[in-house]
């Protein structure tokens, strides 16, 4: 029990271009999702958290209109990176909890490449 | 200083030995994660624990809350041990990483 699913795994993108990356929680109710970004050797960075309905909250430094965080459902939140540059190439990785994240599962991660 | 720290850093160890990985905290926690994140970077949840200890096959995950240390240990490791092992803190509604610790288990 407790899969969470990432997709794309993978996506190459052009400067400019927006992404959207989904986050399913595939047998369970998440009430909370979080999305965490992680360059190359270092950890997993939070950038916002969203509970569903509501607005994410977001962290410190991360530019809500360049991230949008949807938490449509009890099961699905998306990420969309918009105008992208090569400097947000990075790995995106999601978690989803059925608290208020106390109890969390990954995703598989989608590695962003923009050129 | 990090809220969170691991150590070592980097890990090798020949196949069959016994592995422990170190985490200590600085904030007060109401849990405490054991990740494991493999080349793909997949991220998997191997222990949530607050006291005490538990254990999953050949991982042993304790937990001393006083002194605010938690160790991840591996009994006869395996290639397939290899990954990074990352410990995280729930605090105040919100989860913190150390930088991971880089295990390498040769044949």
């Known amino acids: 029990g407790a899969v969470v699913s990432q997709h794309p795994s993978r996506v190459i993108c052009k400067s400019g271009t927006s992404v959207k990356i989904e986050c399913r929680s595939l047998d369970f109710q998440a009430t909370t999702m979080f999305w965490y970004r992680q360059f190359p050797k270092q950890s997993l960075m939070l950038m916002a958290t969203s509970n569903e309905g509501s607005k994410a909250t977001y962290e410190q430094g991360v530019e809500k209109d360049k991230f949008l965080i949807n938490h449509a459902s009890l099961t699905l939140s998306t990420l969309t990176v918009t105008s992208a540059h090569p400097e947000d190439s990075s790995f995106y990785i999601c978690?989803?909890?059925?608290?208020?994240?106390?109890?969390?599962?990954f995703g598989p991660g989608t590695r962003l490449t923009v050129t | 200083k990090n809220e969170v720290e691991q150590s070592p850093q980097n890990l090798t160890a020949q196949e069959g030995e016994f592995i422990t990985i170190n985490c200590s905290y600085s904030?007060?926690?109401?849990?405490l994660h054991w990740l494991q994140q493999h080349p793909g970077g997949g991220i998997v949840s191997l222990f949530m624990?607050?006291?005490g200890k538990k254990k999953h096959g050949r991982l042993i995950a304790t937990i001393n809350i006083q002194e605010k240390h938690s160790s991840l240990h591996i009994t006869a490791s395996h290639p397939r041990d290899s990954a990074v092992y990352i410990c995280a803190v729930y605090h105040n509604n919100d989860m913190r990483f150390g930088a991971g610790t880089r295990l390498t288990v040769k044949p």
């Open positions: 624990l607050s006291s």
């Open positions: 978690s989803a909890s059925p608290f208020d994240g106390y109890e969390q599962y």
């Open positions: 904030v007060g926690i109401s849990a």
